[in-house]
Every structure is written in structure tokens, then in C-alpha cells.
């Protein structure tokens, strides 16, 4: 909120249109504008940095996987990783917890706390294809 008036974004014509029906200035509009798109890229780099500490932790594991996508999960509040594995690709659910610790502060427990949940992941894809 506090960029300068050079850095924020031209709206379009239906920006300043909705700018007026809520009447806002379109400054104001703009500066929301601009905190949504650093919010945008904030989340686009926590996906990214997710998806290589996955990806990290899967060639220790099994380096036939590999992360296919990164996906912030509201409803459950947690970060859904998309892996494809030699069997069929699967789905594991990472908290938003481990997630914020992980990132954070990138410490060996919180890295630990993300193989354990990956590999039990992967356990359970294996035993459900046995099955």
C-alpha cells in the first residue's frame, strides 16, 4: 500500500468501472491491484520452493518420481503435491503447517517431518495397487 503512484498498474477500463460502482479512487483500486498480484507471486514462489524440497526428498526416495504439480489446497489448508509414480500418479496432502515451518526456517526436523509424510504417502499408493 505504500508503492508509489509510478509503480502501480493502469487499469482497464472494467477495472475503473467497478473502481466507481464501489467508490473507490482508482488509486485505491490500483494499489489493491498491485497487492494482489505481489500476493500472487508470494504464492506462485512458496508453490515453487514446495515443489523442489518434494522433489528433493523423491530422489532420495525413489528417483522414478517426480513432482507433476503444486497445488494450495483451501479447504483442507494444506498444499496438495501431485507425483507421478512408476505405478499411477498420486496425491499428497502437506499441511499448511509443515509447510510454514518448512519454509521457514528449512530446518532438518521440519525436512524430516515432509519425508516421513512423503514416503508414507507413497507406502500407501503401493499397498493400495497390491490390493
Known sequence: MAAPV?????????????ARKFKVTQEEYARNVLASAYGRDRMRKRAQDLGEAVQAVLQSVDPR?????????????????????PPKDIGVLV???????LLGSGAEREKERLRMRIVSSLEEAKLAVSR
Open 65 to 85: 518420481c517426480r513432482v507433476i504439480a503444486v497445488i494450495r489446497d483451501l479447504d483442507r489448508l494444506g498444499w496438495m503435491i501431485r507425483v507421478e509414480t
Open 95 to 101: 499441511s499448511q503447517e509443515l509447510v510454514d515451518d
Open 6 to 18: 509510478s509503480e502501480l498498474p493502469p487499469l482497464t477500463d472494467a477495472q475503473k468501472d467497478v
